[in-house]
């Protein structure tokens, strides 16, 4: 044979061997869907898709950055989680598809659970402010005039009867000339130590009946749609604030049986003083180990409201909330700061008191918080038309107890 020959034998040979392993890839790779035969008498049941598995929106596939104001089925379990909200509320819808936006990592809004700050004014927002004024003022007006422990001046005791009396017949704040609820709260609770003063808070909302109201102690005076809310943002991951312009430790007290922290609480300060320091200026004093913190007088500073709730927010948490809930002027400032987050898309939500029927909303008031709600872009939360219940069962509004009684010109 020649070479020539056995070349062409060695080509063939390869080229045989070469397309029997082609073959034999091809095969390994490629299987025929052979459907599998039923043995006769036997039905073959469809899978039944689990209920644990969520159906995934369109919006959701698409990654779009629109948020959805329908809920996917399924997705969220409106009945269990807010109990105490109307199903059909629109406004709750847009809370809940911007949650689900946020919480979805394949969604262009999520936001990582350090970032998820969430702000919630306290007095109109989650708590009672009709009973029948701030709980700060129910609270010093009891102290002055009924708690048997403190021995109040005449002068004091004059000046927390006019107020207490303008607040039953007209469920509005009065402040008397000559004194200064911040001075009775100097003279009231001044040289408590701030954990008595919190025991304090506690006690009298635990154990007086709200104003104005049937079966309901100021404690329990908390707007139970709004606590689920927290409750709801809390279990997505949300870092949950309290911003008020009552005062930190009266807040602190009320809010901490809800799982709110102290550090998490911004509110007007009430000054702390060493026990020994005296009339010596704070930075010129030193406090021995035996010496407590006490509740000092009341310092000439601005509270916590308007702009400067958004200030506060900069000092005590140094990022911007993407959301904020109040129900006031009061919290306009602090709403704009989270719809103007320029870092994410931001949501303010404003608690307007339009029931007339189970809360002494008015209508007046209400028409104009909603032309600024709209004006601004905000969300409305409608007591009379969001809200199944306020309180809960069992809560009745009565009348103030000075309602049908004229009263001589306070001014």
């Known amino acids: 044979m ?5 070349m062409r034998w060695y080509l063939a040979i390869a080229f045989l061997a070469g397309a029997a392993v082609m073959a034999m890839v091809l095969l390994a790779v490629w299987r025929p869907q052979v459907e599998p ?18 159906e995934v929106t369109k919006e959701e596939v698409a990654g779009t950055t629109e948020l959805a104001t329908e809920d996917a089925p399924n997705t969220t379990d409106y009945a269990a989680i807010f109990p ?28 990582a659970p350090a970032d998820r700050i969430a702000v919630f004014d306290m007095d109109g927002t989650i ?14 007006m009891y102290r002055v005039l009924d708690d048997p422990t403190f021995s109040a001046t005449a002068e004091e005791r004059d000046a927390m009867q006019q107020t207490r009396d303008h607040a039953y017949a007209y469920g509005e704040t009065f402040h008397p000339e000559g004194i200064t609820k911040d001075d009775l709260v100097a003279s009231a609770f001044t040289g408590m130590t701030p954990e008595e003063f919190r025991a304090y808070v506690v006690n009298f909302a635990d154990n007086n009946e709200v104003v104005g109201f049937e079966s309901m102690t100021y404690g329990q005076s908390f707007y139970q749609p709004m606590i689920e809310v927290i409750r709801y943002l809390k279990a997505n991951g949300f870092d949950v604030w309290m911003v008020s312009a009552c005062e930190r430790e009266v807040v602190r007290a009320l809010v901490e049986r809800f799982d709110i922290p102290f550090d998490h609480v911004i509110a007007t300060d009430v000054p702390y003083v060493a ?4 009339d010596k ?21 601005v509270e916590c409201g308007k702009s400067g709730k958004a200030a506060a927010i900069a000092r005590e948490i140094g990022k911007r ?3 904020a809930f109040g129900n006031s002027s009061g919290d306009y400032s602090m709403l704009n700061y989270a719809e103007g987050n320029p870092y994410h898309t931001g949501m303010g939500f404003f608690v307007v008191c ?27 939360f409608s007591m009379a038309n969001d809200w199944s219940t306020i309180y809960g069962e069992g809560v009745k509004k009565t009348e103030l107890p000075g309602a049908s009684e004229e009263l001589p010109d306070a001014a």
């Open 84 to 111: 105490s909200w109307n199903p059909d509320s629109a406004s709750l819808k847009e809370l809940v598809a911007f949650v689900n936006a946020v919480i979805d990592e394949k969604n262009p809004e999520y936001l």
């Open 37 to 54: 035969v039923k043995p006769q008498g036997e039905t073959q049941l469809e899978a039944e898709p689990s209920e644990d598995v969520q």
């Open 2 to 6: 020649t070479e020539k020959s056995k």
């Open 127 to 140: 708590l009672c402010e009709k009973a029948p004024v701030y709980i700060d003022y129910c609270m010093t």
């Open 321 to 323: 909330p993407v959301l």
């Open 281 to 301: 200026a704070a930075d010129e004093y030193n406090m021995g180990q035996e010496e407590q913190i006490l509740l000092g007088a009341p310092l000439d500073e």
């Open 354 to 380: 339009d029931d007339t029927e189970r809360e002494y909303g008015s209508e007046a008031k209400a028409a104009e918080y909603y032309s600024v709600v709209e004006k601004e872009g905000w969300t409305a």
């Open 275 to 278: 026990s020994g320091k005296g």
